[in-house]
């Protein structure tokens, strides 16, 4: 008895590993240099996602892979030479650009879309209408934590109420653009608030609460329009909502942040990864648009072809942050310079 | 005076009793109410997504076309790599632990340190995997790299689950055994192992239920999200379900949310096929225990 039961153990086993092999001799042998590996930002992940399917339609062959580690887990990859492609929703920073360095990493910057951050309220909220910069910093500065609590010590008039904060994981880009184009230093932040890499989380959170406050990427207002409320931005100058046209016009300034892919020099050589850029340039803008983002003018689009067909490396923003810099004129002079 | 005490006594047993009860019925309440509230909303959100289509579509940037068919054979392939790793090493350590190893302070300390690796968050053997597998052995983040990674994360659990079932074989098998000439090797062959297989086969089903839901570590080894090929090799790039999830729900548009739901669903439907395959196997092998 017992024997019949060990021998079915042994007929499961090897039937199992039979299969196995089976599954896997029945396909052709993979060769990671025919794989577009691309890495990075989950914000610039669904124009990537999209190319990439665009690109799939039209050239059957093309194997690319697509990950999400965010701007910072992109690069490490990419500096490494893990990977041809990063997304990024901001530019490398220094201590990046030296890991590429040191590991011979020679790549292009190529802008690709614009974004713009909204930060929002609840509906319910009806005095909070525009907010200037300088009210948000100090709200969200290092030295408001466990000071700046309520809402009528930010301006005085409005409600004596606890005010509660929403703001997207501290290893996002956006989280890094924020505190950079508010506070004035990237990564300077109070921390108590409520963080959560999954911005629906932030919709909901402030969806959900009359005195609560909240920031992250402009399709997620756009998507839940009637959740929330978009505050407008006083920047000194003027006082401007968020909007596909505000920020492609540049007047919805500074939360607006351009996007971009990283792609490495060596990795040009191969046909197919020259082929996905050059599809990503012609066709990105329009599939930007249609995820939710937007897209550069095209006369800025010409600019970054042209900085890719002359393979301009480096970034035009040398381990800087971007905030408050035309990207048009940095363009401009880093295809000149060539 | 006794009577009256045995009396109060009486009252208060029948009372805590009950009141244990009532408290073990809530306990149940809360658990299979929960559950049956999440269950109705993902079926609520997603069953309508749910197609043939869907199955056997790519992911894409539109949700209405998107579907699970890379994360779904990727999840596929990486449960059973997983299974055929993990349960011959598994069980084989077990086997060492419980009917070989000598009771000294060598075995007691693997005993802690298997017992205390069972309770180590996922999250820390992604890290242990992305050095070792993706770095070090140079394994890039493939098939073979996810597997291996899965089969550290369940390997303690099914350790100590085989041996709790070899612990459950009455020592008599065994020394009937011995009395009748039969070496060591051949008593846990044909006696110890039959005995124990069910419970053996059923914690490395739960185990391997637990990886098949596991997303950070393969998040931290650089899983991908987007792929629109199958994997056709142990080297080959690969994705699995819970990443596609995790990436739809945080997408900013409704639609995906759909599509996050009606992915929870096929999950789950692979999640109880296997679980029903481990029932089937466990009634087939017990049937068969006679002694």
Redesign the interface.
């Known amino acids: ?6 021998m ?2 042994v007929k ?2 090897i039937i ?2 039979f299969v ?1 092999l089976l ?2 001799a ?5 060769h ?1 240099a025919d ?1 577009i ?1 691309i ?1 990075g930002s ?1 914000t610039v ?2 124009i ?3 190319v ?2 665009e690109f ?1 339609a039209v050239n059957r062959s093309a ?7 965010g701007s910072g ?1 992109g690069f490490k ?1 990419f500096c490494r030479g ?1 990977t041809d492609i990063s997304d990024a929703s901001r530019p490398i920073k220094k201590k990046e650009i030296d890991l590429c360095k040191k590991n011979k990493v020679e790549f292009i910057e190529l802008p690709i879309a614009y974004d713009g951050l909204a930060v929002v309220v609840n509906p319910a909220n009806k005095w909070a209408e525009t907010m200037t910069v300088a009210e948000l910093k100090v709200l969200w500065e290092p030295k408001a934590q466990g000071k700046i609590t309520k809402w009528n010590q930010v301006r005085s008039g409005w409600p004596n109420k606890k005010i509660k904060l929403f703001g997207p994981g501290v290893d996002s880009g956006t989280f890094d653009y924020f505190t950079e184009a508010i506070v004035g230093k990237a990564q300077a932040s109070r921390g108590d608030f409520t963080s959560s ?4 989380v932030l919709v909901l959170g402030v969806a959900a609460d009359k005195y609560a406050l909240g920031f992250f ?1 402009l ?2 207002y ?3 329009r009637d959740k929330l409320k978009v505050v407008g931005i006083n920047n000194g100058s003027a006082t401007v909502k968020p909007s596909p046209k505000t920020v492609e016009n540049g007047s919805y300034t500074p939360l607006s942040r351009p996007l971009f892919i990283y792609v490495r020099k060596d990795s040009v050589k191969r046909p197919e990864v020259n082929e996905f850029v050059e599809f990503y340039l012609k066709e990105g803008p329009a ?1 930007a648009r ?3 983002y937007i897209s550069l003018p095209s006369d800025i689009m010409s600019v970054v072809t042209q900085k890719y067909r002359k393979g301009v490396t480096n970034s035009i923003y040398s381990g800087n942050p971007s905030v408050g810099k035309s990207l048009k004129s940095l363009l401009n002079n880093s295809v000149a310079l060539k | 005076m006794n009577n009256l005490f045995g009396h109060r006594r009486r009252i208060y047993q029948r009372w805590a009793e009950r009141t244990f009860l009532v408290a073990a019925y809530f306990a149940l309440a809360v658990s299979l109410v929960t559950l049956a509230v999440l269950i109705t909303d993902i079926l609520m959100t997603g069953a309508s997504r749910l197609s043939w289509d869907f199955i056997t579509s790519f992911p894409s940037r539109r949700a209405g076309r998107a579907g699970v068919y890379s994360p779904l054979v990727g999840t596929f392939y990486m449960i059973v790599l997983t299974a055929v790793i993990s349960f011959p090493v598994g069980v084989g350590a077990a086997i060492y632990l419980e009917e070989y190893a000598k009771k000294n302070f060598f075995t007691s300390l693997i005993e802690i340190n298997i017992a205390n690796l069972a309770g180590v968050p996922s999250i820390i053997y992604g890290l242990l995997s992305l050095e070792l597998f993706v770095r070090l052995l140079n394994l890039g983040r493939s098939l073979i790299a996810g597997s291996l990674t899965m089969v550290l994360l369940i390997l303690p659990i099914i350790i100590l689950v085989s041996r709790e079932a070899l612990k459950t074989v009455p020592r008599s098998v065994r020394e009937a055994s011995f009395a009748l000439g039969a070496s060591r090797w051949q008593t846990i062959w044909h006696q110890v192992l039959p005995i124990s297989l069910p419970g053996i086969l059923t914690g490395t089903i739960l185990a391997l239920s637990r990886a098949i839901g596991e997303t950070a570590p393969l998040i931290m080894i650089g899983a991908l999200t987007y792929i629109a090929f199958l994997p056709d090799g142990l080297s080959s790039p690969f994705t699995v379900l819970p990443i596609q999830i995790f990436n739809w729900v945080s997408r900013p548009q409704h639609a995906f949310a759909v599509n996050a739901a009606a992915a929870i669903i096929v999950l789950l439907g692979v999640l109880l096929s296997m679980n029903a395959f481990a029932v089937w196997l466990r009634n087939r092998l017990q049937k068969r225990v006679s002694w």
């Open positions: 008895m017992n024997k019949r039961k060990s079915f153990l499961i086993s199992t590993t196995l599954l896997f029945a396909g052709r042998p993979v990671a794989i590996a890495d989950s992940y669904p990537t996602e999209a990439a399917e799939g194997r690319i892979t697509v990950g999400v580690s887990g990859k893990e890499e999954d911005d629906n990427g399709a997620y756009q998507e839940n599939l249609e995820v939710g």
